[in-house]
């Protein structure tokens, strides 16, 4: 079974960066596309950013797409995150996903395989 473990949140200042990594291990990260989602306190758990198992397709959420980046290194089995320009609103738990069919969906209810969340807080 696939094991994630997600790290890099923090309490930043509007504007600030951060670059949140997840860890993937138990299995090859290669038989995975990997998603990002969040849940702020109260919210739902919502999609950020997904990228396939070849890297040749990335997905964002459209009202985020300017300010994050997703990207995957293969060869040390890590995802990242980078987030810039952080605004308060963007205050919530991220979590990284696995999934093995290469969909890529936007439904967090799509995907069984998910790490324990890294807090990101964006101070005003």
């Known amino acids: 079974q696939v094991h994630l473990v997600e790290s890099g949140g923090g309490l930043v200042q509007t504007g600030a960066s951060l670059r949140l990594a997840c860890a993937v291990s138990?299995?090859?990260?290669?038989?995975?596309?990997m998603a990002w989602f969040r849940q702020a306190p109260g919210k739902e758990r919502e999609f950020v950013a997904a990228i396939r198992k070849s890297s040749t397709f990335v997905n964002y959420a459209e009202y985020l797409k300017d300010r994050f980046i997703i990207s995957r290194d293969d060869r040390t089995a890590t995802v990242y995150l980078q987030i810039d320009n952080l605004k308060p609103e963007d205050t919530a738990v991220y979590y990284c996903a696995a999934d093995p069919w290469d969909n890529i969906s936007y439904y967090h209810t799509d995907y069984d395989d998910w790490g324990q969340g890294t807090q990101v807080t964006v101070s005003s």
């Open positions: 138990g299995r090859p990260i290669s038989d995975y596309a």
